[in-house]
């Protein structure tokens, strides 16, 4: 029996990540944000004023892929970037007003869509599933 691709469980792991991101960035989108920008600036708002460096560690991407993200929270005016006073080889992240304003619309709509995605499910399949994810992330 030939195997397919199509029917494997990462196949379709990816196809319902790829569902989930269409019902949030809907959202996002409504308040000028970009898929996955919300990451960062949930970041900055658990701790404000990080290093770009910090940022990296934390959301688990390159260095070169936050410095392009936080360019385009700098250019919509949601964080600013300055040197630190104390080690000027640093630069540190800061949210702006409008960043920090973002905070409460960003978490509803994050957790609203997750609602609506998992609605289909009842509450003890929503935990078996809370469940295997943790499992698969160790």
């Keep these: 029996m030939e195997r397919s691709l199509l029917d494997s469980p990462s196949y379709r792991l990816i196809r319902v990540l790829g569902r989930y ?60 970037r300055e040197r630190d006073p104390s080690d000027a080889r640093l630069v540190r992240v800061w949210l702006t007003d409008a960043g920090r304003a973002l905070r409460e619309p960003v978490t509803r709509i994050w957790y609203d869509s997750e609602r609506e995605f998992w609605s289909g499910l009842d509450e003890d399949e929503r935990a078996r599933v809370r469940a295997i994810i943790g499992d698969l992330l160790g």
């Design 21 to 80: 991101k269409t019902v949030l960035a809907g959202g996002l989108e409504r308040h000028g944000l970009h898929l996955g920008q919300e990451f960062y600036l949930a970041q900055l708002w658990r701790e404000d004023g990080v290093t770009s460096a910090d940022l990296a560690t934390r959301t688990g991407v390159s260095a070169p892929a936050v410095t392009k993200v936080v360019s385009g929270l700098e250019r919509s005016g949601l964080v600013r």
